[in-house]
């Protein structure tokens, strides 16, 4: 009988996991012994601030939390200061307040990619919220002094808990982000191969090649986030970024490249010449044979030949080939040199070597209506915890209003963020039976000996944070881990109070529940208004690369990888709106790989343009760079832009005139310009046949 993989993570633990549950008991034992010593009114949030950063065990990624974390609760204490001091007569503003500074926060928070930098601003609203709330609901203390008190204690808490897990990651059994660099890299890679020769495969399905888009887009983001944290792991740090950047920035182009190749074996057979059927054998035969390697080494060779044969068969060609003929081995030549700088990266990762390429890292796509998506569902559960606060005047409802509102945040950026807090409330339910009949009883009998407290606190916080090594647990064991804290809430004055653990725990896990419906509630937007905002800023950035008062005055660098950067994000965003639509009407992460095309392309073209050019070529240039923006928004709406033809032709007699070009360029331009027209009435004529079938289904 196969043990379920769930349980598997608990009953057969790993070496990997059994150390990363050691180290965070050894965390929170040291922030609960300098918090008790110190003499800190809750030293339990310092355990809670120590789980929070061992949910990522390397030490860069630790060290980086921490200084969000801290960064965070500095911002959200200076806050909370700040609306006590010109609310506190007024607690109904107050609270009025401190809900819109979490759905600030909250909606700062879907601006950024890296869960570090999330972290930090949730931080930043819950540290406030306890600030405020806490003062609120003790009115003996509500003098200066005892708001001062109130802030020093819980930023104090927070801050020690930070300290004690960043130390004992860095000391202990530590694990390093270039490690986790190393293994992303691998799987960009392999994904990237297996998507090469995907993209070639005849028998290849169209929702095949968008699983394995998606798949191949989370493995660049979760390289290029990591690598942020790299930089505090020495002074290689910087170049193994680096170095990761250029994997995800190569990656990105070797996509966009090899569906050039793909759609014209797909939809245009009869243009392929006996030549271009033997680039695609070799190309197909070559990707496979890297795919299959396990030798970083061997995939470098098998690149290195490929390059070289592409260099003699596109000598070899006959004189009078076609122009798209040429301009497909050019971009085969692209395509190999694209991955071999990738392998080249790969290799400096492994081996330190320094990276001379200094790309733009991967921009997170700002969207107003999906920032304001996230900061109100926050708000919302933060205002239905404190309506029920204010109406019942119960203290269990004070924990409504701080772990639900922390987990609308750091799990909004999540695939399936309903799924997880679902797991995660039925874990926080586990969490009350284990402390009322395990740990409370056991405590009770203890006589103030630390070591014992912690053996009975640290039997169950081992087991959740067994949970919490693995992605498949993780939001089983953070489901348990932060409300069992706060129900047994450990300290110099334990109450062992059985009705307020109760209550506390059914308030926490209600708190999730609701949590859990505010994301099945309120969603971001996927629909059409997201669709048509992705594909029109895609335009403007095609207007920009035939912008020469941009790239002249030095105002933007504009160049593939600052394209790169702007459009990852966005195809991310198009694949979500893929998923919300019905399989047939799946076409807009193919509009966002061919914007992703038709930048590189273009960048291409402008640059062989403007080579010495007259200013009639650079009239005609930025003419035509207008009409492939507006062909491009004209084709995500199922019409084809005629424009652009007429534009192309203009652009071909205008480098005829202008005699600045070799025979050979105006070629290769005139292949480009022929096979983006066709890219464009294809794509115009599937989104024509999906509305029409959704017309007939409607």
């Given at each position: 009988?196969?043990?379920?993989?769930?349980?598997?993570?608990?009953?057969?633990?790993?070496?990997?996991?059994?150390?990363?549950?050691?180290?965070?008991?050894?965390?929170?034992?040291?922030?609960?012994?300098?918090?008790?010593?110190?003499?800190?009114?809750?030293?339990?949030?310092?355990?809670?601030?120590?789980?929070?950063?061992?949910?990522?065990?390397?030490?860069?990624?630790?060290?980086?939390?921490?200084?969000?974390?801290?960064?965070?609760?500095?911002?959200?204490?200076?806050?909370?200061?700040?609306?006590?001091?010109?609310?506190?007569?007024?607690?109904?503003?107050?609270?009025?307040?401190?809900?819109?500074?979490?759905?600030?926060?909250?909606?700062?928070?879907?601006?950024?990619?890296?869960?570090?930098?999330?972290?930090?601003?949730?931080?930043?609203?819950?540290?406030?919220?306890?600030?405020?709330?806490?003062?609120?609901?003790?009115?003996?203390?509500?003098?200066?002094?005892?708001?001062?008190?109130?802030?020093?204690?819980?930023?104090?808490?927070?801050?020690?808990?930070?300290?004690?897990?960043?130390?004992?990651?860095?000391?202990?059994?530590?694990?390093?982000?270039?490690?986790?660099?190393?293994?992303?890299?691998?799987?960009?890679?392999?994904?990237?191969?297996?998507?090469?020769?995907?993209?070639?495969?005849?028998?290849?399905?169209?929702?095949?090649?968008?699983?394995?888009?998606?798949?191949?887009?989370?493995?660049?983001?979760?390289?290029?986030?990591?690598?942020?944290?790299?930089?505090?792991?020495?002074?290689?740090?910087?170049?193994?970024?680096?170095?990761?950047?250029?994997?995800?920035?190569?990656?990105?182009?070797?996509?966009?490249?090899?569906?050039?190749?793909?759609?014209?074996?797909?939809?245009?057979?009869?243009?392929?010449?006996?030549?271009?059927?033997?680039?695609?054998?070799?190309?197909?035969?070559?990707?496979?044979?890297?795919?299959?390697?396990?030798?970083?080494?061997?995939?470098?060779?098998?690149?290195?030949?490929?390059?070289?044969?592409?260099?003699?068969?596109?000598?070899?060609?006959?004189?009078?080939?076609?122009?798209?003929?040429?301009?497909?081995?050019?971009?085969?030549?692209?395509?190999?040199?694209?991955?071999?700088?990738?392998?080249?990266?790969?290799?400096?990762?492994?081996?330190?070597?320094?990276?001379?390429?200094?790309?733009?890292?991967?921009?997170?796509?700002?969207?107003?209506?999906?920032?304001?998506?996230?900061?109100?569902?926050?708000?919302?559960?933060?205002?239905?915890?404190?309506?029920?606060?204010?109406?019942?005047?119960?203290?269990?409802?004070?924990?409504?209003?701080?772990?639900?509102?922390?987990?609308?945040?750091?799990?909004?950026?999540?695939?399936?963020?309903?799924?997880?807090?679902?797991?995660?409330?039925?874990?926080?339910?586990?969490?009350?039976?284990?402390?009322?009949?395990?740990?409370?009883?056991?405590?009770?009998?203890?006589?103030?000996?630390?070591?014992?407290?912690?053996?009975?606190?640290?039997?169950?916080?081992?087991?959740?944070?067994?949970?919490?090594?693995?992605?498949?647990?993780?939001?089983?064991?953070?489901?348990?881990?932060?409300?069992?804290?706060?129900?047994?809430?450990?300290?110099?004055?334990?109450?062992?109070?059985?009705?307020?653990?109760?209550?506390?725990?059914l308030a926490i896990t209600a708190g999730i529940?609701?949590?859990?419906?505010?994301?099945?509630?309120?969603?971001?937007?996927?629909?059409?208004?997201?669709?048509?905002?992705?594909?029109?800023?895609?335009?403007?950035?095609?207007?920009?690369?035939?912008?020469?008062?941009?790239?002249?005055?030095?105002?933007?660098?504009?160049?593939?990888?600052?394209?790169?950067?702007?459009?990852?994000?966005?195809?991310?965003?198009?694949?979500?709106?893929?998923?919300?639509?019905?399989?047939?009407?799946?076409?807009?992460?193919?509009?966002?790989?061919?914007?992703?095309?038709?930048?590189?392309?273009?960048?291409?073209?402008?640059?062989?343009?403007?080579?010495?050019?007259?200013?009639?070529?650079l009239d005609s240039a930025d003419r035509w760079?207008?009409?492939?923006?507006?062909?491009?928004?004209?084709?995500?709406?199922?019409?084809?832009?005629?424009?652009?033809?007429?534009?192309?032709?203009?652009?071909?007699?205008?480098?005829?005139?202008?005699?600045?070009?070799?025979?050979?360029?105006?070629?290769?331009?005139?292949?480009?310009?022929?096979?983006?027209?066709?890219?464009?009435?294809?794509?115009?004529?599937?989104?024509?046949?999906?509305?029409?079938?959704?017309?007939?289904?409607?």
């Amino acid at each position: 009988m196969k043990l379920d993989p769930r349980l598997a993570v608990l009953l057969t633990p790993d070496r990997q996991s059994v150390l990363f549950a050691a180290k965070g008991v050894i965390a929170m034992a040291l922030a609960l012994y300098l918090s008790m010593l110190l003499q800190l009114d809750r030293p339990y949030w310092a355990l809670i601030s120590a789980v929070f950063l061992q949910v990522r065990p390397e030490t860069g990624l630790v060290i980086e939390k921490g200084f969000c974390q801290i960064g965070g609760t500095l911002v959200g204490g200076a806050m909370g200061l700040l609306i006590l001091a010109w609310l506190l007569p007024y607690p109904a503003l107050a609270i009025g307040a401190l809900t819109l500074w979490i759905g600030l926060n909250a909606g700062a928070s879907a601006w950024v990619r890296q869960a570090n930098f999330i972290y930090g601003f949730a931080m930043a609203g819950i540290t406030a919220t306890l600030i405020v709330v806490l003062a609120i609901a003790d009115p003996a203390n509500t003098s200066s002094l005892g708001i001062f008190h109130i802030a020093n204690a819980r930023v104090s808490e927070i801050i020690l808990g930070a300290v004690c897990a960043t130390l004992v990651s860095s000391l202990l059994w530590p694990v390093r982000v270039s490690g986790l660099l190393k293994e992303h890299a691998r799987t960009a890679l392999n994904q990237t191969l297996a998507y090469l020769e995907l993209e070639l495969d005849p028998t290849g399905t169209h929702a095949k090649r968008h699983n394995q888009v998606d798949t191949l887009l989370q493995g660049i983001f979760a390289l290029s986030d990591d690598s942020s944290a790299v930089h505090y792991e020495g002074s290689h740090g910087p170049g193994r970024a680096r170095a990761a950047t250029v994997i995800c920035h190569k990656t990105l182009s070797l996509v966009a490249r090899i569906r050039v190749i793909g759609r014209l074996m797909r939809n245009h057979d009869d243009l392929l010449t006996p030549a271009l059927r033997d680039l695609l054998d070799a190309l197909r035969t070559a990707f496979q044979r890297m795919r299959e390697t396990r030798s970083a080494e061997q995939a470098m060779k098998e690149a290195q030949t490929l390059r070289q044969q592409l260099r003699e068969a596109r000598g070899e060609q006959a004189e009078d080939a076609p122009p798209l003929q040429r301009r497909f081995f050019q971009v085969s030549q692209n395509l190999t040199a694209d991955l071999i700088l990738a392998l080249e990266a790969n290799r400096a990762l492994h081996f330190s070597h320094e990276v001379q390429l200094r790309p733009q890292g991967l921009r997170p796509y700002r969207d107003l209506q999906i920032a304001a998506a996230v900061g109100l569902r926050s708000a919302l559960v933060f205002a239905l915890a404190a309506g029920l606060w204010v109406g019942t005047a119960s203290p269990m409802a004070i924990m409504l209003m701080i772990m639900p509102v922390m987990f609308t945040i750091l799990f909004a950026r999540l695939p399936e963020p309903d799924q997880v807090l679902k797991r995660a409330t039925f874990s926080s339910v586990l969490a009350t039976p284990v402390a009322l009949f395990f740990t409370l009883p056991l405590l009770a009998l203890n006589n103030g000996n630390f070591p014992l407290l912690i053996l009975i606190l640290g039997a169950p916080l081992f087991v959740g944070l067994l949970a919490i090594s693995k992605r498949l647990t993780l939001p089983l064991g953070l489901g348990f881990c932060t409300p069992y804290i706060i129900l047994v809430q450990p300290g110099n004055a334990m109450d062992f109070d059985v009705a307020r653990v109760a209550s506390n725990g059914l308030a926490i896990t209600a708190g999730i529940a609701i949590a859990f419906l505010m994301f099945r509630l309120i969603t971001p937007p996927n629909g059409p208004n997201l669709r048509r905002r992705l594909i029109r800023q895609t335009a403007t950035d095609l207007t920009l690369m035939g912008n020469t008062s941009a790239t002249t005055t030095g105002t933007a660098n504009i160049n593939e990888e600052w394209f790169n950067a702007r459009m990852a994000d966005r195809l991310r965003w198009l694949t979500i709106c893929d998923k919300a639509l019905p399989e047939a009407q799946r076409h807009f992460t193919d509009l966002g790989l061919t914007g992703l095309n038709l930048g590189q392309v273009s960048l291409w073209i402008q640059s062989r343009l403007r080579s010495n050019a007259t200013p009639a070529l650079l009239d005609s240039a930025d003419r035509w760079q207008l009409a492939l923006a507006a062909a491009y928004q004209a084709c995500s709406r199922g019409a084809v832009d005629q424009g652009f033809r007429q534009q192309s032709e203009r652009l071909k007699l205008a480098m005829d005139d202008a005699g600045n070009l070799a025979q050979r360029d105006r070629e290769l331009i005139a292949g480009a310009l022929e096979r983006i027209a066709l890219t464009f009435e294809r794509m115009a004529f599937r989104l024509t046949e999906a509305q029409q079938s959704r017309g007939v289904t409607a």
